[in-house]
C-alpha cells in the first residue's frame, strides 16, 4: 500500500496528481471563518476565566496549548480556583476527558490512509476535541483516502496557531469586558456545536444520539452533576444504537 | 495535597497543569488512537463509539444551555432556549447556514436580555 502512494508527492508516477502539501493548506483553509471564529471567541472566554481564577498569563496559554480541549481546561481552572490538590484536579479533568476517547476513535477511520503511521496520528490526535471531530467527520468523508491525513494535519496545525494565542487575548482584555458580551461569546459554543453537529450527523443512529443525550443531559445532571456527561453518552449512545439495530431489523 | 499555589517555584503550577491537564487528556486521545485498530467506519462497534461521542456532545451543549456557568448564568434560561430553537429553525430552513444560526441566536439572546432589563 505503502509504494501506491508514495510521500514524495512530486513524483511523475504518483497517482495522485496534486501535490498533498496543497491538500495540508486546504486543510489550514478548512478552518472556514465561521468556526474560526467561535472557536477564537470561546478560547478569549477561556483566557478571561482563567485571569478571574488567578492564572497568569504564561499558565493560561501554557494550558491552552498542552490541553487544547475547553472543557477540561474549564473544568482545571474550576479546580485549581477551588483550591484542589494535584490529584483531585487530575481526577476532575480525567473524567471530563473520557469522551475524548470515543471522538478519537470514530475519527480514526475516516483519516487512516497510505502514510498515516501511527505517530503521525497519535500526534495530530492531540488536537481532538468537539470542534476539531465535528469539522473532521463533516469534511473528511468527501476527499481522496491519501489526502486526508494532509488534510486534518493543516486543519490542526491552523486551529492550534490560530486559538492558543485567543487565550492570552482574554487574559489581557479580561478585566475590560462587559459582563453581556462576555455571556454573548460564551453563548457562541453551544449553539455552535448544536448547528455542526446537525451538520455532521450522516447516518440515523447519529441522529438518535444526538436527540437522545439532549434529552438525558438534564436528567442525569439533576442524578449525578458529577459524571453527568459521562452518563449521558453511555446511555444515549447505547440507546441509539438500540433504534439503529431495531431499524436494520425492520428493514431486513 | 499539593494545591496549584502549594510550592513557590515558577515549575509547579506547569507541572501542576502538565500533570493534571496534559497527562489525563491525552491519555484519552492516545488510547482512542491504539483501540480504534483497524475497525472500519461502518463497522457496528465503531456505530456504537461514534454514537456514544455524539449524544456526550449532545450532553454537552444541553449542560451549556440549560446550566451555564460564568456570565452566560445571569441571563432567563427561557430566553437561552429560545435563542438556541431560533437558530437552529433558521439553520434548519435557510440551506443549512451556519453562520445565519448563530447570528439569529445571538440576536434572540442579547436582544431579548437587553428588553428586559
Redesign the interface.
Known sequence: MGDEFPEQTEDQTDPMREPMSLWFWRGVRGLG???AM?LAASFV?YGA?ARETG?DL??TV??AG??F?L????V?IG??GA?????????A??LS??????????????L?GPSAT?PW??TV??V?A?TS??EAMRNLPALPRPARIYWFSGFAAGIVLLNVPMAAVGWLLAASVR??F???L??????????????A?R?A??K???????A???V??AITPET???W???????L??GM?RLRLGRSI | MLAFDALDAWWWPYLFIVIAGWLVTDFWRFLGVFLAGNLSEDSEIMVLVRAIATALVAGVIARIVLFPTGSLAGSPLLLRVGAVVAGFAVFWWVRRNLFLGLLVAEIVLLGGWLLIG
Request: proline share 7%; charged share 5%; no cysteine.
Open positions: 471563518s465561521v468556526p467561535v472566554g476565566l492564572l504564561g499558565h501554557f494550558a498542552i490541553m480541549a472543557p477540561n481546561q474549564i482545571l479546580a485549581i483550591g484542589a490538590g494535584l490529584f483531585a484536579a487530575a481526577l479533568v480525567a476527558a473520557v469522551r475524548l476517547l470515543p471522538m478519537t476513535m470514530s475519527l480514526m477511520p475516516l487512516r501511527k496520528l497519535l490526535s492531540h481532538m468537539v471531530w465535528v459582563p453581556e462576555a455571556a454573548a460564551g453563548f457562541l459554543t453551544p449553539v455552535y456545536f448544536l448547528l455542526s453537529l446537525t451538520a450527523s447516518f443512529a447519529d438518535w444520539a444526538m436527540a437522545f443525550g439532549l438525558l443531559a438534564p442525569f445532571h453527568d456527561l459521562l449521558t453518552g453511555i446511555v444515549g449512545g447505547i441509539a444504537y439503529h
